[in-house]
């Protein structure tokens, strides 16, 4: 079962009123809770599962080879996301839309919120926005999908649950010729990473622990936002998307991290 969130009048930013560009979408997905009904006390995160861009946008300038990248989308991260909601019975939030037209983990109005350029490549839709069009992408995807997180992770607290929060991505093989582990943990709380690193050290190696990525000086904006105000756990995985090019992968990597994610739940 999946629950759709649809942007409204009442889940956009507080201080604007929502606004539809001309030829856009005024019901565009902004994400969805696969597994709502979940019972465990987890709640899965995946901030980059699309490449999708709203209708009337033009793919932002973009091709479909850019739409495949990972500028685009965390290849692969969606299809585990789902597995894991299912291996752990847990609720999972995904987001409907590219990272390139709006980045859910980012703080809004920052640079890389809305990027002209991504990984060396230009933005042709993102060059030169105005406030109000920022605003509308805001409006469209941005705050439904928090909204979504947001009561996701409450419905776990007023069951009487303190939910540890997991947000699933997927990185490069590689960066600059520089190898990526097949699987790192990035947080900023040393439990529950630690038992979690320890449970995937039992299966491969090796583990990227806080790297390439540091979880203490920069964790995203949805931990930010829904866990650390709140005194929750959390914590993000990252698995080398081509581990998850196929469905063996996938379900390989899914067994592997959610039983790594169940030690500390």
């Not at 190898?179 to 900023?188: L, T």
């Not at 990227?208 to 949805?222: F, K, M, V």
Request: proline share 8%; glycine share 8%.
């Amino acid at each position: 079962m999946q629950i759709r969130a649809r942007a409204r009048g009442g889940a956009v930013m507080s201080a604007h009123p929502p606004i539809v560009l001309p030829g856009a979408d005024p019901h565009w997905p902004a994400g969805e809770v696969f597994n709502p009904a979940g019972a465990a006390p987890l709640v899965l995160v995946c901030e980059h599962a699309s490449n999708r861009i709203p209708p009337g946008y033009a793919d932002l300038g973009c091709g479909t080879l850019e739409l495949a990248r990972h500028i685009a989308v965390d290849i692969g991260a969606a299809a585990l996301t789902r597995g894991l909601a299912l291996h752990l019975d847990a609720p999972a939030v995904l987001c409907s839309t590219s990272r390139l037209f709006v980045d859910c983990n980012r703080a809004p109005f920052e640079d890389d919120w809305i990027a002209p350029v991504s990984d060396g490549t230009a933005i042709p839709g993102n060059a030169g926005l105005s406030a109000e069009e920022r605003h509308a992408r805001a409006a469209l995807v941005f705050e439904p999908f928090h909204a979504l997180v947001g009561e996701t992770v409450a419905a776990k607290r007023r069951a009487g649950a303190a939910p540890l929060i997991v947000a699933v991505h997927s990185y490069a093989a590689s960066l600059d010729g520089v190898s990526r582990p097949p699987v790192a943990v990035i947080w900023d709380q040393p439990e529950p990473a630690a038992r979690v690193m320890a449970a995937l050290r039992r299966e491969v190696a090796p583990v990227g622990d806080n790297a390439p990525y540091d979880g203490r000086r920069l964790h995203g904006y949805t931990v930010e936002r829904h866990a650390r105000p709140f005194a929750l756990r959390r914590l993000a995985i990252e698995v080398r998307q081509d581990l998850l090019g196929e469905d063996d992968g996938v379900a390989a990597w899914t067994r592997i991290v959610g039983d790594a994610i169940g030690c500390a739940i």
